[in-house]
């Protein structure tokens, strides 16, 4: 967001809206490009530098700085700025996060086929996931951020009602393509559709990695609400305390989205306030420059006082 308005990010430091207000129909013309820029006035003297002026910079009650850039094609450019602060931060980490699955879908699932032949800690933990599903009488679980649906088919040959979730269109027709007899469906764990205590499970497998800080506790509240009493979660994540940025395609194609490393401390602190009971952390790899960390947690049978 900037302002007001939803922008969709197109760089590191650019955000994009088409604007079709009347009064600026008036004054650029039917639709009005905005680009979100930080450092205007560097941006506006390397215009002036090459002969392009603009008209007043506005500066809105909300502090973003807005101005009209007199295009010698005379096509409609403006450019925003928001001021600094938490408030403002671009929200387009979801569709960043669509965006870079859907360039690699077809790459991941190919790399992925036999991930859990090869990653046998990673396959135990799935295992171990199922036991404790149908330890508590089986029902449906879901394998949200499923991506191709290798998970979720392992679930499924380990006897669970597992379906499928996931945030791009294109790993969901992949793995309804690759596991017809499973069901997947485009989604977001930010936003779960599905009803409150009506799943046996969720598992969480390297999906949670995409969703910054301030977001965590809503998703493990989605998690927490859909899950029945006595449920079982499982999440996998990436060990550390960076945020990386995981880019594919080059130049125009190049698409971005963050990834977020967390302790597992951090984790299981945000999975008791959401209401979890944390049963297990397995640490993978310690050794290795690239940890992993699967959490147990389950929403307690009665809820504690
Ligand atoms: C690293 S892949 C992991 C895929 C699979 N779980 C596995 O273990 O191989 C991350 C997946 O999470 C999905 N994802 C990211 N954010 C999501 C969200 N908010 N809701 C649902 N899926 C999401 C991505 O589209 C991608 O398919």
């Given amino acids: ?101 859907d360039a690699v879908a077809s790459r991941y699932a190919d790399e992925t086929r036999d991930l ?47 379906f499928g979730i996931d945030l791009s269109p294109a790993m969901i027709e992949i793995a309804r393509r690759e596991h017809p007899g499973a069901r997947f469906e485009i989604g977001s764990m930010t936003d779960l559709q599905l009803a409150d205590d009506s799943l046996a499970g969720v598992l969480a497998w390297w999906s949670l990695i995409y969703i910054p800080d301030e977001a965590v506790p809503g998703v493990l509240r989605h998690f927490h609400r859909v899950l029945r009493p006595g449920g ?13 940025i995981d880019t594919s395609g080059d130049g125009d194609q190049a698409v971005q989205a963050y990834v977020h490393h967390r302790q597992p401390s951090r984790v299981a602190d945000w999975l008791r306030e959401a209401g979890f009971t944390v049963e297990a952390q397995h640490l993978l790899n310690p050794d290795e420059p690239k940890p992993r960390a699967i959490l147990f947690a389950r929403r307690p049978a009665t809820p504690s006082r």
């Fill in 232 to 244: 079982v979660l499982a999440v996998g994540f990436h060990v550390g305390d960076v945020s990386k």
């Fill in 116 to 162: 859990l032949d090869r990653l046998l800690h990673v396959r135990a933990g799935v295992v171990l996931f199922a036991d404790l599903v149908r330890a508590i009488g089986g029902g449906p679980v879901a394998d949200v951020g499923c991506g191709p649906g290798h998970t979720t088919a392992l679930l499924r040959e380990l006897g669970a009602d597992a």
């Fill in 1 to 101: 967001m900037i302002g007001e308005e939803r922008l969709w990010q197109v760089g590191a430091n650019a955000w994009v809206v088409v604007d079709d207000q009347d009064v600026r129909a008036e004054r650029v013309g039917q639709a009005m490009v905005t680009l979100g820029v930080t450092d205007l006035d560097e941006i506006l003297a390397r215009l002036a530098a090459h002969g392009i002026s603009h008209e007043p910079v506005e500066t809105y009650s909300n502090g973003v700085r807005h101005v009209v850039v007199l295009d010698p094609d005379g096509n409609s450019l403006s450019l925003a700025e928001a001021p600094a602060g938490p408030d403002l931060v671009p929200m387009t980490w979801l569709t960043d996060t669509r965006n870079v699955y």
